[in-house]
């Protein structure tokens, strides 16, 4: 069984029910505004009874949501879900009377049950004359019936359920600040594989109880906030100072201990992430700067967050959010707070001591973060992801190797035919900050918060049933534009389209699968033709054709098959550098009539044999070949 699979689907879930829970807070507030001032009390009274029916209706916006999310968001089951938390809670009380609650438990059973049954039955055929009743329409009805059977098995074991779980609430909540700190750590733990979404659903929204003045039971941290329970807020109030103040400055940070010469991009970069990470609360993509780089400044990190959450139990601070721990969430529901405003200078030294953390460590352990080294950053090229999108599932291995690929907030979420197909290097140059096997051929790329349209941009390419040539880097060194080509006619495309290379040593290796079809005397440029019939140009250098003794040596022959990564010639560096008039080196297509659209990586630097530094999409054409140009 493929758990770590399971259990990240069932995280990236949990996470779509919290996106009506904004809104729900924004209510809240907006209804505890002074409306009597203006004689519209009962205006206000609507806006809090609408916000408080949200929170009311959690259980069947998780029983919906889980649904829809375990399902791509197939509507059958998000309406079987719906149906089968009426029948389930309708049969719970009338046998148990309503006061026993489940609450998102139950939401949470049922929208699992509900999945379940549309993956076993959603391609079931009957017979012709009842075929109607087949497939995806046998969901609701087989939802039905094992609704039933859950609910009399739930009337059994039901009180000794809600008693152990009242017990273990009871524990968790008497561990006092410890607790708190050790939630703090496992919450920082767990976000590099996506499983914090479990641990945050149980403390958030099933962990304590409180009784509203009406009566109504709230369970979990997050309701119980909401409700007025002036002891909720254990697990939420620590992580302010973390992502408000200790993570912007871990971006401060990063940007000060960058090369001069990266520092610009790196700014821009790290300021939006910062800013994200205040304003909303979304950590991954400077999280995710240094955690594959310094894992052991990931654990201090951890143990700090713990810290912010024991502290912040200590001094009696009691504040929630109904998305995350920033400062949007912080405004809107400070009203409901108790010593909210101490997280304020909490949080100004937090941010000072991650601040001087930080540089002092990335300085004295010489720790390769963004702008240390030539990198890609996470948002630079956001307005580029249509034409990148292809070079990212090239890098993923191809459309074939791909099972299933979803999105949350910061990372794609897939399940790989196999996991070694991925190239790890390209996935990085085209932006990822970082790469995450679980097994099984389960894998999270980071990719911040474009992550969602690039799953879009990739499904797009999968819907398609177009001809896609990848290209891999020919040679060690930095790709250029075409039109940086110091030349006028391969910087014109009067030759034909594609890249550059500025190379850092002597040899050449083959871009593409294809046949050798013309090696120069001077041995300083060759031809390539590839199965589809792209002609592919190689030159060496400019202005190299006449350079004194042999520089150039080729080590392969007209006529031979050639595969990407295969040596196609060496040559010697320093004489070429000293006597060409460039270095650089056009990768291009001769025929660029055959190219339908044109993708590039990012112009930076790679490594000889990177994968998806460029790729070209073809026409439509009855047959492929060859053409003279």
């Given at each position: ?40 009390s ?18 069947i916006?998780?029983?919906?949501g ?18 089968g ?29 509900a ?25 609701p ?49 767990l ?9 945050n659903?149980?403390?958030?929204f099933?962990?304590g ?34 992502m ?23 700014k ?33 990190h ?23 721990a920033?400062?949007?969430d912080y ?13 304020i ?33 996470l ?5 580029d992801?249509p ?23 910061t ?12 190239d ?10 970082g ?8 894998v ?25 040539v ?28 594609g ?26 440029a ?11 140009l ?15 040596n080729?080590?392969v022959?007209?006529?031979?098959r ?16 000293k ?8 990768m ?8 339908k ?12 044999g ?14 492929t ?5």
């Open positions: 069984m493929n758990w770590m699979g399971n259990l990240q689907q069932l995280g990236r879930s949990l996470m779509l029910p919290t996106i009506a829970l904004p809104i729900a807070a924004v209510l809240l507030r907006l209804g505890d505004l002074p409306w009597d001032v203006i004689h519209a009962g205006f206000g009274d609507m806006l809090l009874l609408a916000g408080n029916t949200i929170f009311d209706y959690i259980p916006i998780f029983a919906v889980v649904a829809l999310g375990l399902t791509e968001s197939a509507g059958i089951a998000g309406l079987s879900a719906m149906l938390y009426f029948m389930f809670t309708r049969l719970i009380e009338h046998a148990l009377g309503s006061q026993f609650q489940l609450g998102v438990s139950g939401g949470i059973l049922i929208g699992l049950l999945a379940i049954i549309y993956h076993r039955c959603k391609e079931i055929k009957l017979p012709e004359y009842i075929q109607f009743f087949g497939g995806p329409r046998m969901v009805l087989i939802m039905g019936l094992s609704t039933l059977v859950v609910s009399y098995i739930m009337i059994g074991i039901g009180p000794y359920l809600e008693m152990g779980m009242g017990k273990l609430s009871s524990w968790l909540l008497g561990l006092g600040g410890f607790g708190a700190f050790v939630y703090g750590i496992a919450h920082r733990l976000v590099p594989s996506g499983l914090h979404h479990i641990l659903n149980f403390f958030w099933q962990v109880a409180y009784e509203t003045p009406t009566g109504h039971m709230a369970y979990g941290d997050l309701p119980r906030y909401f409700a007025g329970d002036p002891t909720a807020g254990t697990y939420m109030a620590g992580l302010y100072p973390i408000m103040f200790a993570l912007p400055a871990i971006a401060f940070a990063i940007i000060g201990e960058a090369r001069e010469d990266l520092k610009p991009k790196i821009a970069t790290f300021l939006t992430a910062a800013l994200a990470s205040f304003l909303t609360g979304v950590t991954e993509p400077i999280e995710f700067a240094f955690l594959f780089v310094a894992p052991y400044l990931f654990i201090i951890a143990i700090l967050s713990g810290a912010a959450m024991w502290l912040a139990y200590e001094l009696h601070i009691q504040h929630g959010f109904s998305y995350s920033g400062a949007i405004i809107i529901n400070l009203h409901l707070s108790h010593n909210g405003l101490l997280l200078p909490i949080g100004l030294v937090y941010g000072l001591l991650y601040y001087f953390l930080f540089r002092w460590a990335i300085r004295r352990f010489q720790i390769p973060t963004p702008g240390r080294e030539e990198g890609s950053s948002e630079e090229w956001a307005g992801i034409y990148r999108s292809p070079l990212i599932l090239q890098a993923l291995g191809g459309k074939d190797n791909i099972k299933k690929i979803e999105a949350c907030i990372r794609l979420r897939l399940t790989l035919v196999n996991d070694r197909l991925m790890i290097t390209a996935l990085r140059h085209l932006g990822a900050a790469v995450i096997r679980l097994g099984g051929g389960n999270q790329v980071v990719f911040g918060t474009f992550s969602e349209l690039i799953r879009e941009e990739i499904m797009k390419v999968l819907r398609k049933d177009i001809h896609v990848l290209f891999t880097s020919p040679m060690q060194g930095r790709m250029i534009p075409i039109e940086e080509v110091p030349d006028r006619i391969f910087a014109s495309r009067l030759v034909g389209n890249v550059a290379f500025i190379p850092e040593k002597g040899e050449l290796v083959s871009p593409v699968a294809g046949t050798i079809m013309h090696i120069y005397p001077t041995m300083h060759l031809g390539i033709l590839t199965e589809e019939g792209l002609e592919v190689l030159h060496i250098g400019i202005d190299t054709s006449s350079l004194p003794g042999k520089c150039f080729a080590v022959k007209e006529g031979d050639v595969e990407p990564g295969q040596l196609l010639i060496k040559f010697n560096f320093n004489k070429v550098k006597f060409a008039s460039s270095l650089a080196t056009p291009i297509i001769t025929n660029p009539d055959l190219v659209s044109w993708s590039y990586a990012p112009f930076k630097t790679v490594k000889k990177q994968g998806s530094v460029m790729s070209v999409v073809l026409k439509p054409t009855k047959s070949g060859g053409t003279n140009g």
